[in-house]
């Protein structure tokens, strides 16, 4: 099981996002509108020297599909690793539904106490 916290009505947990060249364990919302696994900056790519493979289509929260460079990474939860998509864009990292289930893990969001808890199932 892991927990996160609500970053005002935003709810954050940290992941491990690797690559060959390093790690870096950034805090990503849980993007339940996102449909691809992980989203991170230009500058975490770049520290992490993600390659591009390619451009992909992703819905985000607001609704609107985007068109975005996609890599490859590998991410850790819990000792279990599994390889991720990676897409490449501006804003807050997230973690989407994709991410998740690849993981298989469901998440329990408590507004009320302002935590996200992450368990396998």
């Not at 950034?26 to 992980?38: A, E, N, R």
């Not at 500058?43 to 819905?59: P, Y």
């Amino acid at each position: 099981m892991l927990k996160g916290r609500f970053f005002g009505n935003t709810p954050l947990i940290q992941v491990a996002v690797a690559s060959n060249q390093g790690v870096q364990m950034p805090f990503v919302v849980l993007d339940t509108g996102f449909t691809s696994d992980l989203k991170v900056t230009q500058k975490i790519a770049t520290e992490l020297g993600l390659e591009v493979i390619g451009v992909t289509r992703v819905g985000i929260a607001n609704g609107q599909t985007i068109e975005a460079p996609v890599a490859l990474a590998s991410s850790a939860m819990e000792g279990v690793v599994k390889d991720v998509e990676v897409i490449i864009s501006e804003g807050l990292p997230a973690a989407g539904i994709g991410f998740f289930s690849k993981f298989g893990y469901k998440a329990i969001f408590d507004c009320k106490n302002k935590d996200v808890t992450l368990e396998r199932v």
